[in-house]
């Protein structure tokens, strides 16, 4: 059975940072793309990190490039999102998703693992 658990989030001031895990099971990262999502109060759902478990290959959604790092631990079958210089627009529940695909893809219907979020706040 594959599982995806998030954990990491928090409350943080603006400025501040955190590191979300993403512990996967049932599955191996090769040949999978690893992503973050996020959902905002009130707004769709947004891809903003992903990452290759074939070449470690990463793309990052243009409000979060230069703020967050995804990474990828093989032994440890864990994804982490560094989540630097946090603004309060950054606040939303973080979801870790995966799908057997050959390339990178933003298109969230792709992805066919989920894990159940962790909720982050960006707050003064």
């Known amino acids: 059975e594959v599982q995806l658990v998030e954990s990491g989030g928090g409350l943080v001031q603006p400025g501040g940072s955190l590191r979300l895990s993403c512990l996967a099971s049932?599955?191996?990262?090769?040949?999978?793309?690893i992503a973050w999502f996020r959902r905002a109060p009130g707004k769709e759902r947004e891809g903003v990190s992903f990452?290759?478990?074939?070449?470690?290959?990463?793309y990052y959604d243009f409000p979060v490039r230069g703020r967050f790092t995804i990474s990828s631990d093989h032994v440890k079958n864990t994804v982490y999102l560094q989540m630097n210089s946090l603004k309060p627009e950054d606040t939303a529940v973080y979801f870790c998703a995966a799908a057997r695909l050959p390339y990178i893809s933003t298109a969230g219907a792709l992805y066919n693992y989920w894990g159940q979020g962790t909720q982050v706040t960006v707050s003064s």
């Open positions: 990452i290759s478990g074939s070449d470690g290959s990463t």
């Open positions: 049932g599955f191996t990262f090769d040949n999978h793309i």
